[in-house]
């Protein structure tokens, strides 16, 4: 794909203002490294469209894409200046602002610190030879010390993976041989007699590679030939014991497993929280992780997929694991609320209304669910309906508003300070 067909692509997702801010920065990146590489005779042009959108992203309330836009911005004036000027005696109203940016990217201390931890390495990108798997490793300011594999260890480790690959397929292929060459001894004369005569003779050759999947072993005498069949072999015999030792641990360590989940889930308490209202990131894992730490029953929310999210899991610190994560869309938690309320849960929310019962003043339920609203415009009236009750978070301050987070983890603390003083 050319510069050109990246900018098409490029300038309507950076005017985007609805898109998460997390995921711009990316975008940001391609973009002024299609301004910095390209050609002298299309540079201009990719300037004059890509740069507008980049420059309102230096004001993101989102701290890591407001510093790489910076960077990034003060990259493009320090190399390309000199192709803003208009050819006028007067300096025009939108250089002097851009000669200002400029001073102000160069002379700003968290700026010109950034620089410094960064701005090797974005000297040393080049998109026509670090887009590749080697140049992402080899690629870099020798200078510096970088956290990235180094060629040589990445070369290491595919041999080995390839190495094991093939001592793995020759153990297979052995154990393959060893079972089909095994010979099983029957007892008298008669039945090997019987057995070697015409489709007996077929039948005997299909029975050698034929066995019981579970074996149980027996010891035999010197001699004794009592005993039905057994394997030629001692060594076969020694490994058919070691596999039965490792399943026998097997089954014992998932039994233990299952046992330790129930007992978990027997102890979790009848709380679940409700937060499929919510669409941030940071305050999905971070109730997450409050669900696991008070061991609340679980937590719903709108799409399961954003466990995956690698800032969900930073935050959550794998409190998604252990914690029950329930899927319940938007225009669910209503039969979701209706069915709980079938089951004996109480259904509360967590809002201030006319009617809300302070958080230190209610008493609650033993089997509860619990409803949060969404980050700026709260609980939705057609939820409010359903809820048996309301609580509210006595506020003291100016501000009068906190988290859903918080609020949320300051309403499972009272839940389960009530239930552990009864």
């Not at 002024?32 to 980049?54: C, E, G, M, T, Y």
């Not at 010109?112 to 040393?124: C, F, I, P, Q, T």
């Not at 899991?313 to 409190?319: E, K």
Request: charge should be neutral; hydrophobic fraction near 40%.
């Amino acid at each position: 794909m050319s510069n050109s067909q990246v900018k098409e692509q490029l300038v309507p997702i950076l005017r985007d203002y609805d898109m998460k801010q997390q995921a711009l920065s990316s975008y940001v990146f391609i973009a002024a490294n299609v301004i910095l590489n390209s050609s002298k005779d299309v540079q201009s042009r990719h300037l004059d469209d890509l740069f507008p959108p980049l420059v309102p992203l230096l004001t993101s309330h989102h701290h890591s894409l407001r510093g790489f836009t910076q960077l990034l911005i003060y990259q493009i004036l320090h190399k390309l200046f000199p192709m803003l000027n208009y050819g006028s005696s007067e300096i025009p109203l939108e250089k002097r602002c851009f000669v200002d940016l400029k001073t102000y990217l160069a002379r700003n201390s968290d700026c010109a610190r950034l620089r410094v931890s960064m701005e090797g390495y974005l000297d040393a990108y080049n998109p026509n030879c670090s887009a590749s798997p080697a140049g992402i490793f080899i690629n870099r300011v020798e200078e510096n010390d970088f956290e990235c594999v180094p060629t040589c260890l990445m070369d290491h480790v595919l041999k080995f993976l390839n190495d094991a690959r093939q001592d793995l397929r020759s153990s297979m292929a052995k154990d393959v041989v060893t079972i089909r060459n095994e010979t099983l001894k029957f007892n008298g004369d008669n039945c090997m007699k019987k057995l070697s005569s015409g489709s007996e003779a077929t039948l005997f050759k299909d029975m050698s590679s034929d066995f019981q999947k579970k074996i149980t072993l027996t010891e035999h005498g010197a001699g004794d030939n009592n005993g039905g069949f057994h394997y030629g072999n001692d060594e076969a015999y020694r490994k058919m014991a070691e596999i039965e030792k490792d399943d026998l641990l097997l089954d014992q360590l998932l039994q233990s497993r299952r046992s330790s989940l129930d007992q978990q889930k027997a102890t979790r308490q009848s709380f679940i929280l409700v937060a499929s209202l919510l669409d941030r990131i940071p305050n999905l894992a971070g109730l997450a992780r409050t669900c696991e730490v008070f061991k609340a029953s679980g937590l719903t929310i709108a799409d399961t997929n954003i466990i995956n999210d690698k800032q969900f899991q930073l935050i959550s610190v794998t409190a998604e694991k252990w914690v029950p994560i329930i899927e319940v869309p938007v225009d669910s938690i209503k039969t979701y609320l209706q069915k709980k309320k079938r089951e004996g849960f109480s259904i509360l929310g967590l809002e201030q209304t006319a009617n809300s019962v302070p958080l230190d003043q209610y008493v609650f339920p033993k089997k509860m669910v619990l409803v949060l609203g969404r980050e700026k415009e709260g609980i939705p009236v057609d939820i409010i309906h359903i809820l048996d009750a309301c609580v509210e978070i006595p506020q003291f301050g100016v501000v009068r508003s906190l988290n859903v987070h918080v609020s949320g983890a300051i309403a499972l603390w009272e839940y389960t300070r009530q239930q552990r003083s009864k």
